[in-house]
């Protein structure tokens, strides 16, 4: 993110909880969730909040409200009082909620259903900047993206553990991999921030992907990159099912996350996360900078494989 703003000419103000040591910005470094340490001195034209906490990091949900909702309340309140006037929220597909279908992509309107404390923590953050854009004046973009990947991406992430398990040849294939399949790299991302800062001039909502396309289409691709020849087991149905049922209830009896759940059931067994991202192309010209292939070459760079 901050090197594409840096291309694009940007004077930047990057606050993290660590430092980035990357040349020709001014750093500070503070923690979201306490107000005192978020000290952004001088005139800010705009903001793009990416800092949050994942869900694949088996958070609590009490630690998910303070981070993803409490720390976008505070930088919020902090940057308003230096000037800015857009927000540029990044948010989740999840805080709308899985019901998309292979006929009917989840669309911007639909009515937000979250089914995990994470979309839900995301949800109130995009309602509370809505609201307060709407009484102080100010723009607030909120993008939706899918699992994110590309470089600097976390090991614990859900797009790491993607390549990984494909890398290692386990990636589970259901269905023949006929099912919708979402990831986004992470320069198309970064673009979709950059035309959402500069472009949108009235609050919304934007969803944002490359696709659609099918899991077996993105480990097939990935699978060639890497030279595997087979990324994935092929699993029945059912099987599946009991394997993600089992791994739940062995969670709850070890009181940890499980590695499998039914939430990963529902999302390699159906198209419960087709997204339209029609509106980003027509209001602000949103188009990918990188095909899912060249996103996933530049990846594997990053990983050195």
Known sequence: MINALLSKGYDIISFDNRPSNIKGIEEVIGDITDPSTIRLDGHIDGVIHCAGILESSH????????????GT???????????????????SIMALGPYGSERFPMKEDHDPCPDEP??????????????????????????????????????????????????????????????????????????????????????????????PYTLRFAVDSISRRIGVKKGYVSIPKSAFYLLCRTSEIFGTLINGPPPLSMNKYRALTSDIWHMDHSRICDKLGYSPLFSFEEGIDRTCRWLDW
């Open 59 to 70: 958070p609590t949900s009490d630690l998910l409200m303070k981070v993803n909702f409490e």
């Open 73 to 91: 309340m505070n930088i919020y309140a902090n940057t308003l009082d230096q000037g800015s006037k857009k927000f540029v929220f990044m948010s």
């Open 118 to 211: 994470y979309g839900r923590s995301k949800l109130l953050s995009e309602r509370f900047l809505l609201k307060r854009a709407q009484d102080d004046d100010t723009v607030a973009s909120i993008i939706r993206p899918p699992v994110i990947f590309g470089e600097g991406m976390s090991r614990n992430s859900s797009a790491m553990r993607t390549f990984l398990s494909i890398k290692k040849g386990f990636m589970p294939m259901i269905d023949r991999g006929r099912h919708i399949f979402n990831m986004l790299y992470v320069g198309n991302l970064s673009h979709a921030l950059i035309l959402a800062l500069e472009k949108n001039e009235i609050s919304n909502i934007f969803h944002v992907n490359e696709g």
